[in-house]
């Protein structure tokens, strides 16, 4: 069994920053992708980033030159460091973790909320 525990979640003002930080615990293979999602209300799921293990990072475009994702191996973390908030980046953000061997497992977190006033 696979548990993601996130932090970091809050309320800020525009332009302002913070840092998510997930957690993984449990049978996790060494290959494998975290990642960032997020969901705003009224709104589909959408990928904020991902990171490999092999540290290879894809970023959603409303999110580049903005966001920066980096991984803890050791320490089966990932972390996204959100810079120059906007309003629109309100939404609950929830970590992943893609695992395959052979079948495709995916795991996700409870969700932390972030909320960027104007």
């Known amino acids: 069994q696979v548990q993601l525990v996130e932090s970091g979640g809050g309320l800020v003002q525009a332009g302002g920053s913070l840092r998510l930080s997930c957690a993984a615990a449990?049978?996790?293979?060494?290959?494998?992708?975290m990642g960032w999602y997020r969901q705003a209300p009224g709104k589909q799921r959408e990928l904020v980033a991902d990171?490999?293990?092999?540290?290879?990072?894809n970023f959603a475009d409303s999110v580049k030159g903005r966001f920066t994702i980096s991984r803890d191996n050791a320490k089966n973390t990932v972390y996204l460091q959100m810079n120059s908030l906007k309003p629109e980046d309100t939404a609950v953000y929830y970590c992943?973790?893609?695992?395959?061997?052979?079948?495709?497992?995916?795991?996700w977190g409870q969700g932390t909320q972030v909320t960027v006033s104007s």
């Open positions: 992943n973790l893609k695992i395959r061997l052979g079948n495709l497992y995916d795991y």
């Open positions: 449990g049978s996790i293979f060494r290959l494998n992708v």
């Open positions: 990171i490999t293990s092999g540290g290879s990072a």
